[in-house]
């Protein structure tokens, strides 16, 4: 099985742009942003997706695989509200990652937050004070979530008017 380092060094990378949120997956030239509607992200990034799940509220999930962010193997999710990006939720697999039965440990997912918010820090330019940052085009976040017991980032869009 390869190493996470592996795995990093053959996904696509993750680029953010903290002028306006918009992700970047290695060469490809549609950007992950606003504007990307649910079908235009299916054609855009087939190669990558790994599942999709429409929760019947509207809402729908995109999900994609075979990523790196900071240089560790990454996935991401894109929430869309009827054909309009509302949301990316990312999730990285870091090395050496204590899991119990399964799941990740406490100390596992605290370094995830940490990494989140350190990588996603650097990119946008903004240090995550309290696990978030506020930008004229949404926000970013990187927190532990207690509901779900988990490492909790990404980016929310502000709506469009």
């Not at 299916?42 to 190669?47: E, K, L």
Request: aromatic share 8%.
């Amino acid at each position: 099985m390869p190493s996470s380092a592996q795995h990093a060094a053959h996904a696509v990378p993750m680029r953010l742009d903290a002028t306006d949120g918009s992700i970047q997956l290695g060469n490809l030239p549609a950007l992950i942003c606003p504007t990307l509607s649910l079908d235009e992200a299916r054609i855009a990034f087939t190669a990558l997706v790994s599942g999709e799940r429409d929760v019947g509220t509207g809402y729908h999930w995109l999900s994609l695989h075979r990523l790196s962010l900071g240089g560790a193997p990454a996935g991401i999710s894109l929430c869309f509200l009827g054909q309009q990006l509302d949301m990316v939720t990312m999730g990285v697999d870091l090395p050496g990652a204590a899991l119990e039965d399964g799941w990740p440990t406490q100390a596992a997912i605290d370094a995830e937050v940490a990494f989140m918010r350190r990588t996603l820090g650097v990119a946008l330019g903004r240090k995550l004070s309290g696990g978030q940052a506020r930008f004229n085009w949404g926000e970013a976040w990187a927190r532990f979530d207690p509901k779900g017991f988990m490492a909790s980032s990404g980016i929310r869009y502000s709506p469009r008017t």
